[in-house]
């Protein structure tokens, strides 16, 4: 008779299940790259009967998982839109609890650094680190720097970001270097733009 738990058993058949649906979906095209928005968090909770930081939570443990099936599929970039730069429109209470969240889930970026150097995934987040808190921009700076030499998969982390405020900050950056004498008129085109986003620094 089996000393098996009913858990272990569930455990040894997601993970039959699990290799089965990798083989079957590397049998096809794999993307290179795969973007999720973090959406539908407050819904989620609200029709759960949830608070609503919970359900943030759930949202980024199941980002996580994601993240893990990606890894295992082989796709090689991945990017999630986090947190949107509007995001700090909302309550006072939601946006703190964000950013402890936050602060959690790069502490335990920081606490895997084993797998991540093993896997050779390189973190970067991209957005406007001034609008962040200065612990919360620590953590972020140890994950990219940590992290900067690998070469093997990208994680990109759009945090504090949205596409408005983005080019905004870029046609900012043109303006400056004009004014500094380092871009001529001329060279302001959709070329020197898109050298000038923060997905292209």
Known sequence: M????EEERNS???????????????????PRHAAFIMDGN???????QFERQQGHVL???????????CLQLGIKEVTVYAFSVDNFKRSKEEVNGLMELARQ?????????????KYGVRVRVLGDHSLLPKDVL?????????????????????????SQHEMAEAVKRMATGAEEGRLLPRCFDHVTLLTCVTLNL
């Open 2 to 5: 089996s000393n098996e738990t």
């Open 12 to 30: 040894i058949a997601n993970s039959w299940f699990w290799s089965m649906c990798c083989r079957i979906l590397k049998a096809g095209h794999i």
């Open 42 to 48: 407050r819904r989620f909770a609200k029709k759960m």
């Open 59 to 69: 949202g980024f443990e199941k980002l996580a998982e994601t993240l893990d099936w």
């Open 105 to 117: 889930k790069f502490s335990q970026v920081l606490q895997r650094r084993e797998m991540i150097m």
């Open 138 to 162: 620590e953590q972020v700076a140890r994950a990219v720097t940590m992290s900067q030499d690998n070469k093997n998969a990208l994680l990109n982390v759009c945090f504090a970001y949205s």
